[in-house]
């Protein structure tokens, strides 16, 4: 019976060690995609504020790919509502 234990007891800790790492890992690459995107917008913003286009912005949606390290901003304009920039 004390084997069964001791067999249970290694098995949850070895899950709660797996669950920590992977929310850990998780937690990590949001991190990671949140700085980027941020990046990328400041960027895309200093143009646009140098050019007068920043007023005209409709929609942006950020695409960001880990593994590839692809970082986009689709952005839409008020006057093109059909056209999407990357």
């Known amino acids: 019976m004390k084997k069964i234990f001791k067999i249970l007891g290694l098995?949850?800790?070895v899950l709660i060690i797996v669950?920590?790492?992977v929310g850990i890992g998780i937690h990590m690459?949001?991190?990671h995609e949140e700085h980027e995107e941020n990046k990328l917008n400041q960027r895309v913003?200093?143009?646009f504020k140098h050019k007068g286009?920043?007023?005209k912005i409709k929609k942006e949606e950020n695409i960001h790919t880990f593994n590839?390290?692809?970082n986009f901003l689709q952005v839409t304009f008020k006057d093109e509502p059909?056209?999407?920039y990357t």
Do not use: D
Request: charged share 25%; no cysteine; proline share 0%.
């Open 11 to 13: 098995v949850v800790i």
């Open 19 to 21: 669950i920590i790492l």
């Open 29 to 31: 690459y949001k991190k």
């Open 45 to 47: 913003h200093r143009i």
């Open 53 to 55: 286009w920043e007023e």
């Open 68 to 70: 590839t390290g692809y």
């Open 82 to 84: 059909y056209n999407t």
